[in-house]
Every structure is written in C-alpha cells, then in structure tokens.
C-alpha cells in the first residue's frame, strides 16, 4: 500500500495538531494545580492541621468577650490587674489569659451571635466566613484574573490569618466596600466606622478622605463610629470604658517587640522606647503627607495606598495578618495577574506570626511594604472609568 504526499503531509500536521494540544492542554493543567489546588490544599493543611494546636487562636478571644457579654460579665480584665507597664515576657497564651478581650466594646457585641454558639463550631464558621470575605472583597475590587484569587490564598499572610481567626479578612472586605462605594457618603462613612470601631489603627483612612476632598464621608465616619462606641459600652454599662486606654497602652507594651511593626524594628536596632515611638510616627506622617503629592487622576488610588500603609506603620502592634490589606490596593491597581501579586509570597521566608524581634524578619516585612506600595503607586495605568 502506498502513501500519497498529500496523506503523509496531513498525517505529519495532525501529529503537530496533537502535540499542541497536547502541550496547551498540560498548560492549563499546570496553571490549575498552582493556583487553584496548591492554594487549597495549603488552606486545608493550615487550618485542619490546628485544630488540636491553637486552632482559632484570635477568634478565641472575640468568641470569650462575646460570652462574657452573653452572661452578663465585664469582658475586659479587672481594674488593676495588669502588669504595670506590660510585661514583654508573656507568651500568646498569657497574653490571652492575662488581657482577655482587647477589643472595643462593639466588637464584644458583634460577637454575640458566635458566643451562642459551642467554640469549634463558632470558629469554623467565622473561618468560613473569613475565607468567603477574601474572595469578595477581590469581587468587589474587580479583579478579573482568578490565578490573583489563587495568589492571595496561597500566601502565607492569608493562611495565618485564617488559621488563627483574626479579623483581617473582614477588614479587607471592609476596605474593599469603601473603596467600591466611596462616592457615596452614607455607605463608606459607616463601613470606615466599622474599620475604626474594629480596629483603631485604620484611622488613616480619614486622611484618604480628607485628601479626595470628602470631607462630609469622614465626618459620617467619625459621627458613627462615635456614635457606635458609645452605645456599645452603654450596652455594657461602660465596664473598662475609662480604664481602655491605659489597657491599650499595656498591651502595646507587652507585644510591640515581638511583631512586624516600626517600633518593634527600631527596639531591635536598639533604640529606646521613647525614640521609636518618634521614629514610627515621622514614618507614618511623612508616608501620609506623600498623598498630597499624588498626580490628579491616581489620587484616590494614591491616597488610599499610603493610608493603609501609614496604618501599618503607625501602629504599635503589626501581626503577620495585618499586610494582608495590601491586597485591596493590588487588587484596584493589578485587576489581573502581574509580578506585584507575587510580592506577599516573600513572607514564606519567615511564616509566623511574631518576629522574635529579629532585625532581618521586621526587616523584610518593611521591604516588602515599601515594595508592594511602590508597585501600587507606580502602576502605569490611570483608574478605570468606574474606578473615578
């Protein structure tokens, strides 16, 4: 039997045909298993392989204070209780022993539905939650690319936080509903008051709005959130309301040397207390004043890059968890897969929580800052029309 030159040729061509599909297909494959299965497999392992070692650890707190309130009891320490001045060598479960709930008041109240609940169930749940506020918030940003979902998930700053049942994810989502609704003053004036009221540090976020010339949103903010405390504590017949910022003072001297924050670097280095607090603050403030300088269509994006970042800086307690809430800048200046969204990965390089108070980890934390903002700040795209 002979073979023709037009049957051979065609023979030869579907075998290349084949071949790249062949080749396609194991692409594709490829890009599923790193940034789909790896990411969910790392989520499962984190999470599951807790639960018989500090599974929920943080959540455990917000779950205590909310039973505390459940039952009737002050969920904040006996006045006079604490260490005088804090006490550095506590370790995190005596941290939690010893402050109980650090939290303001409405995050007591928020807990209440959880507390009902047995713990491990409540803490799976809230982690459920936490998992689904991720993937939102990035909805909400518009980011299109699924391999970023997978990104995010796969990070270190993500599976920490929701292994240990932080409040992160919920204040990324948070971010993310001011961001989306920010020219409406009736939706990201509250949601920014329940950032603050959750966690103070994010004051910042002011400063976006005073810089975007909102000044009406950030005095909704500050109204609500005022507004918010005060009736939650009254809720709880103002126990600890006038000994709360003391409290936060003593806590902040117990842990700041142990996390990712300034303070914590320049105590490594060496300095005194008194000068890191100085040295924090000339960061944070100057990273704020930058805002001002933003070209006029990157503004918005500007402004509320650098208030996020100032938080971190500012503040006196930073956990592993906090840079997670870089990703809603990434996401509103990377809306599909781009080398920035590889940047929270160097934090594998040290995946816990506490720096020991070791230069090179606090270190790389800051680097790591300073390079996703600058990745942000330097995108050379302007804001999308919907973004304006």
């Known amino acids: 039997m002979t073979t023709t030159p037009e049957l051979a040729l065609a023979g030869r061509s579907g075998m290349r045909l084949t071949r790249g599909g062949l080749r396609r297909a194991g692409a594709r494959g ?18 599951a392989g807790s639960i018989n070692n500090h599974f929920a650890f943080d959540f455990h707190q917000f779950w205590q204070g909310g039973r505390d309130v459940l039952a009737g009891h002050s969920p904040y320490p006996p006045s006079g209780s604490l260490p005088s001045g804090g006490d550095p060598s506590l370790g995190p479960a005596q941290i939690q022993d010893v402050f109980r709930f650090p939290y303001p008041a409405p995050a007591a109240l928020a807990m209440i539905p959880f507390a009902a609940l047995p713990f491990t169930v409540a803490a799976s749940l809230f982690i459920l939650l936490s998992t689904g506020a991720i993937f939102l918030a990035l909805r909400l940003l518009g980011v299109s690319d699924w391999r970023c979902h997978g990104l995010v998930c796969a990070s270190i700053v993500t599976l920490g936080s929701l292994r240990l049942g932080t409040f992160t994810p919920l204040l990324l989502l948070g971010l993310a509903a001011a961001w989306r609704f920010r020219a409406r003053p009736w939706v990201a004036g509250p949601v920014v008051a329940a950032l603050l009221v959750a966690k103070l540090f994010l004051w910042p976020l002011l400063v976006w709005f005073l810089v975007t010339r909102r000044p009406g949103t950030a005095a909704i903010t500050l109204a609500v959130a005022a507004t918010a405390t005060l009736a939650s504590w009254a809720t709880i017949g103002f126990a600890g309301f006038a000994e709360y910022p003391d409290f936060l003072s003593t806590l902040a001297a117990s ?75 990434l996401a509103i200046a990377f809306p599909r897969l781009g080398p920035a969204w590889f940047l929270p990965l160097v934090f594998w390089a040290w995946p816990f929580q506490e720096t020991g108070g070791d230069v090179w980890k606090i270190a790389l934390g800051m680097a790591a800052l300073a390079a996703m903002t600058a990745a942000i700040l330097s995108s050379a795209t302007q804001l999308r029309p919907s973004w304006k």
């Not at 490829?30 to 999470?47: F, K, N």
């Not at 207390?273 to 300088?293: C, E, H, N, R």
């Open 30 to 47: 490829g890009t599923v298993v790193v940034y789909a299965v790896l990411p969910t497999l790392l989520l499962i392992v984190m999470v």
């Open 255 to 329: 842990v700041q040397a142990k996390g990712w924050s300034t303070i914590a670097l320049a105590l490594s280095l060496g300095l005194s207390s008194a000068a890191a607090k100085v040295l924090s603050l000339a960061l944070g403030f100057s990273v704020l004043a930058v805002a001002a300088l933003a070209p006029p269509g990157k503004r918005d994006l500007w402004a509320f890059t650098l208030a996020i970042a100032a938080a971190i800086l500012l503040s006196p307690i930073v956990w592993l968890h906090y840079f997670l809430l870089l990703a809603a800048p």
